[in-house]
T-cell receptor, first 117, second 118 residues
Framework: NAGVTQTPKFRVLKTGQSMTLLCAQD?????MYWYRQDPGMGLRLIHY???????AKGEVPDGYNVSRLKKQNFLLGLESAAPSQTSVYFC????????????????FGPGTRLTVL | AQTVTQSQPEMSVQEAETVTLSCTYD???????LFWYKQPPSRQMILVIR??????QNATENRFSVNFQKAAKSFSLKISDSQLGDAAMYFC???????????????FGQGTILTVHP
């Protein structure tokens, strides 16, 4: 049981380049989230998904797109990277359909540090 | 929209002593959940403790306990017998309890860096 994994762990891009961050979870969770962490601002929600094939905007969605073609995977895309997108990105998941205690607890991946030059 | 404020950017404590981290939040809801997450230098986000707003009893997890003051919208974290391994960034987070529309989304505070001195 690997929990939540993220690929890659580090990446450096040039302005205007594109890339995709991959998040995978093996806990059969329905909900998945992408956050970004910036100094002094905590974590802010970019996009989220409440099930396979569904996505919705969070607090700071501009410049990002997401897809959830499979329940266990949630992809975050940057079509044209900008220096303002330099950040640490976290994926999280929650809400196993099987129920149990604390179904609302979010489990986080290890993060991806992205630098846009 | 809900907001979460952590007014202490940094705190320090001596090993074996007790420290309290502050968190206040703003909401018009009566049903919600509050969390404290720990982020050590490894960057991994680790759930420390959770509190349901409808429960009057303060949550405790071993050396970690909270002081939940619903009327004051305050949710502080107390760490007793501090250990070197407690050094980390701590985040307070809010989750709406609004039925099926909140989808578990979290609103985080800015974080507090805790340093533990030997």
């Amino acid at each position: 049981n690997a929990g939540v994994t993220q690929t890659p762990k580090f990446r450096v891009l040039k302005t205007g380049q594109s890339m995709t961050l991959l998040c995978a979870q093996d806990m059969n969770h329905e909900y998945m989230y992408w956050y970004r962490q910036d100094p002094g601002m905590g974590l802010r929600l970019i996009h989220y998904s409440v099930g396979e094939g569904t996505t919705a905007k969070g607090e700071v969605p501009d410049g990002y797109n997401v897809s959830r073609l499979k329940k266990q995977n949630f992809l975050l895309g940057l079509e044209s990277a900008a220096p303002s997108q330099t950040s640490v990105y976290f994926c999280a998941s929650s809400y196993p359909l099987s129920g149990g205690a604390n179904t609302d607890t979010q489990y986080f991946g290890p993060g991806t540090r992205l630098t846009v030059l | 929209a809900q907001t979460v404020t952590q007014s202490q950017p940094e705190m320090s404590v001596q090993e074996a002593e007790t420290v309290t981290l502050s968190c206040t939040y703003d909401t018009s809801e009566s049903d919600y959940y509050l969390f404290w997450y720990k982020q050590p230098p490894s960057r991994q986000m680790i759930l420390v403790i959770r509190q349901e707003a409808y429960k009057q009893q303060n949550a405790t997890e071993n050396r970690f306990s909270v002081n939940f003051q619903k009327a004051a919208k305050s949710f502080s974290l107390k760490i007793s017998d501090s250990q070197l391994g407690d050094a980390a960034m701590y985040f307070c987070a809010y989750r709406s309890g609004a039925g099926g529309t909140s989808y578990g989304k979290l609103t985080f505070g800015q974080g507090t860096i805790l340093t533990v001195h030997p």
